[in-house]
């Protein structure tokens, strides 16, 4: 099977490539290199366009007998998006209107959609299950929110077969340290505290100490990218088998706060965290935890490698060859 991988220079796109590669399939990267590495790009070929170009997107999948799509390619700064609200709508909204538009006069109607709990907003209550009120509180969540409803229509109106997987919080690195998390600028919370520790900045911002949890700090449920990457694999099977379209969830099930998260790290590596307490940052909820029970069921697929001594000892391992 032959599956264009757009944003698969970037971080969750190159482990799935990976795992395309090691499930016996081909990935096709289509990736314009703004946020992504040419180096991540290992397991097939890269084709280096925007989404912006509808007629690069329609070679693309004729040139390379597509079968299906997986779509990562969007800017994902929460804070940013805050900022430059447009940016976000053109480039993940528009772009994704493109990318739909290319596919049917292609011919290609399966996709496989990148999509985030930041649709839920302020959750309600948690785990989150998946029919869980969608109320995003920036334009990132927005903007994946309409990218999630435009591949619902096509499917209505062109006969798509979609999945929209939503998760959580991605963490770690390849466990063969092949690739990692490489952002400019970082914003998660376990490169940042391995950068703090080794110097890369002068300490860890912890945002919040006064949430409804039990120490205070904000609670995530943290999912290793290896197993967003087989999520992925086995949602692009299930719709070339035939199967339905879904939306599920993504994640452990479990939460984790900051100040877990930091004790872990210094743990992990034998270090200290230098931690400056900060006051919550706007619009981050207290608890944000997956109810991820459809994606087993409904795909097989159980986190294997989401411990959170297992995502940091990874990311760790990445971070100490290239910090």
């Known amino acids: 099977m032959n599956i264009l991988v757009t944003g698969g220079a970037g971080y969750i796109g190159s482990h799935t490539a990976k795992a395309i590669a090691a499930a016996g399939h081909r990935p096709v990267v289509f990736d314009n290199l703004d946020k992504g590495h040419d180096w991540a790009v290992r397991w097939g070929p890269l084709i280096r366009a925007d989404l912006a170009d509808r007629s690069a997107i329609r070679d693309a999948l004729k040139s390379h007998a597509i079968d299906a799509v997986i779509h990562f390619a969007a800017f994902t700064a929460v804070g940013e998006s805050m900022q430059a609200p447009e940016k976000y709508f053109r480039n993940n909204v528009a772009n994704t209107l493109n990318l739909l538009g290319a596919m049917e006069e292609a011919a290609v109607r399966r996709i496989v959609f990148s999509s985030t709990a930041a649709v839920y907003g302020n959750p309600l209550f948690a785990p989150i299950p998946e029919d869980h009120r969608t109320q995003p509180v920036n334009p990132y969540g927005e903007s994946k929110l309409m990218m999630e409803k435009m591949i619902e229509w096509f499917g209505v109106v062109h006969g798509f077969r979609w999945a929209c997987l939503r998760y959580f919080n991605a963490a770690g690195?390849?466990?063969?340290?092949?690739?990692?998390?490489?952002?400019?600028?970082?914003?998660?919370?376990?490169?940042?505290?391995?950068?703090?520790?080794?110097?890369?900045?002068?300490?860890?911002?912890?945002?919040?100490t006064d949430y409804p949890t039990p120490d205070g700090t904000a609670i995530r449920d943290y999912i290793h990218v290896t197993d967003l990457g087989s999520a992925h694999v086995l949602a692009t099977e299930h719709l070339v088998a035939g199967?339905?379209?879904l939306i599920a969830n993504l994640g452990t099930g479990e939460g984790?706060?900051?100040?877990?998260?930091v004790r872990t790290v210094e743990k992990v590596t034998?270090?200290?965290?230098?931690?400056?307490?900060?006051?919550?940052?706007?619009?981050?909820?207290?608890?944000?935890?997956a109810d991820a029970a459809k994606a087993q069921k409904t795909l097989g697929w159980t986190p294997r490698h989401s411990s959170l001594p297992e995502i940091i000892s990874t990311a760790w391992a990445w971070h100490s060859r290239h910090a």
């Not at 984790?256 to 998260?261: D, F, M």
């Open 173 to 208: 690195a390849d466990p063969d340290g092949e690739i990692g998390e490489t952002h400019d600028p970082e914003t998660h919370l376990i490169p940042l505290a391995l950068s703090a520790l080794t110097g890369g900045i002068p300490h860890l911002r912890m945002f919040g």
């Open 243 to 245: 199967g339905s379209s």
């Open 256 to 261: 984790n706060s900051v100040r877990e998260v």
């Open 270 to 289: 034998g270090r200290a965290v230098p931690v400056v307490e900060s006051p919550r940052r706007e619009g981050d909820p207290p608890v944000l935890v």
